[in-house]
T-cell receptor, first 108, second 117 residues
Framework: QQPVQSPQAVILREGEDAVINCSSS?????VHWYRQKHGEAPVFLMI?????EQKGHDKISASFNEKKQQSSLYLTASQLSYSGTYFC?????????FGAGTRLTVKP | DSGVTQTPKHLITATGQRVTLRCSPR?????VYWYQQSLDQGLQFLIQ???????AKGNILERFSAQQFPDLHSELNLSSLELGDSALYFC????????????????FGAGSRLTVL
């Protein structure tokens, strides 16, 4: 079963912050975040394995609430290069199911 | 270059035809995943192989089949093609088949764009 992402799309100005949410109806053991720029392949951003674990990558960080079966991706002081579609993926058993994606557009 | 190689990059064919998409995983990776991405849509999981064996199946149509060979490359066969099969097909690989481990993340190939006319 696919995780649910929100919002579907976000438009920001450079320097603004954004939060992308990911939730699952099933117990989560891990959450992966990937970014896909237009016309390119998805690229791995980070993985979260434990409840409450937070990871950071430059000004992009994420949290994982195992109890609520939710993860959130935080983009701080967004840059033009952050534009793309962000997917969360949940590794249930051996396969990876992705949410529908959140399209992030950062404008100058 | 991600290390995952997909061929062909582009393919144009007619309805009713059959095509084969090929994927070579990153060196050392044992698991291969196939995804379908229709225009501006999400990534639909099709099927996963680990070291030659099918491990997980997603929304793969009966007209589609796949296999992973002893050298670990994988092929996705699409037959009796319909207009709706037009999409970008991604292959991804991981070290093992267990994605709940921190050592295993997906590395995607550049994709094969299929157009059915």
């Amino acid at each position: 079963q696919q995780p649910v992402q929100s919002p579907q799309a976000v438009i920001l100005r450079e320097g603004e912050d954004a939060v992308i949410n990911c939730s699952s109806s099933k117990a989560l053991y891990s959450v992966h975040w990937y970014r896909q720029k237009h016309g390119e392949a998805p690229v791995f951003l980070m993985i979260l394995l434990k409840g409450g674990e937070q990871k950071g990558h430059d000004k992009i960080s994420a949290s994982f609430n195992e109890k609520k079966q939710q993860s959130s991706l935080y983009l701080t002081a967004s840059q033009l290069s952050y534009s793309g579609t962000y997917f969360c993926g949940t590794g249930i058993n051996n396969d990876m199911r992705f949410g529908a994606g959140t399209r992030l557009t950062v404008k100058p | 270059d991600s290390g995952v190689t997909q061929t062909p990059k582009h393919l144009i064919t007619a309805t009713g035809q059959r095509v084969t998409l090929r994927c070579s995983p990153r060196s050392g990776d044992l698991s291969v995943y196939w995804y379908q991405q229709s225009l501006d849509q999400g990534l639909q999981f099709l099927i996963q192989y680990y070291n030659g064996e099918e491990r997980a199946k997603g929304n793969i149509l009966e007209r589609f089949s796949a296999q992973q060979f002893p050298d670990l490359h994988s092929e996705l066969n699409l037959s009796s093609l319909e207009l709706g099969d037009s999409a970008l097909y991604f292959c991804a690989s991981s070290a093992t088949g267990t994605l709940i481990s921190g050592a295993n993340v997906l590395t995607f190939g550049a994709g094969s764009r299929l157009t059915v006319l």
